[in-house]
């Protein structure tokens, strides 16, 4: 009797030490076909960490993270191509930046939003180079570099007036 039991016993432990080693090695055929299709690269440059998932095949970023001392950055690319970035930081500001770009690839715009998602500035690219615009009064107004005394100046034509663009928060507003 004792011989069976022992006998049984054995063949249990032989089955279950046969279960983990399958499923040992299907987990760790998936991930093997996982990091050949992904590589996942840790960065580190001033100070800074962060991760960067990259497709193998295409060699091209997907997503990436990176650690400020300030907050976080997350991007995610298409084909290679950073269209989307969110940052926020511990006091519980955030910023969005999306990337437009044409037909041809190269990029169209730049556009910046704050927490609450409403879009205060953008930049088109063009022929002519980069031409940024605030959301001020419901309407985009082109913004302008001016000197006053030698000093260099952003600043806006808002109700037929130069203002002078400040920014507090990630909100540009303009003085008065």
Known sequence: MLTVRILFASV?????????DIALRIHQHRRDSTSRRFSIVDLYTNGTSGILISDRAKDQPLWGVWNFKDGDSVNCFVEGKRVLEVTSVPEGRSS????????????????RARENG????????????????VWLNNTWHA???RTNQGMAETGTILDGKWRRLITTNLVPSVED
Request: charged residues 20%.
């Open 143 to 145: 913004i302008e570099m």
């Open 12 to 20: 249990v432990a032989c089955c279950l030490f046969f279960i983990v």
């Open 118 to 133: 409403v879009f205060y500035m953008r930049t088109l690219y063009g022929d002519g180079g980069a031409r940024s615009e």
């Open 96 to 111: 969005t930046e999306v990337y437009l770009y044409g037909k041809d690839g190269k990029l169209v715009s730049q556009w």
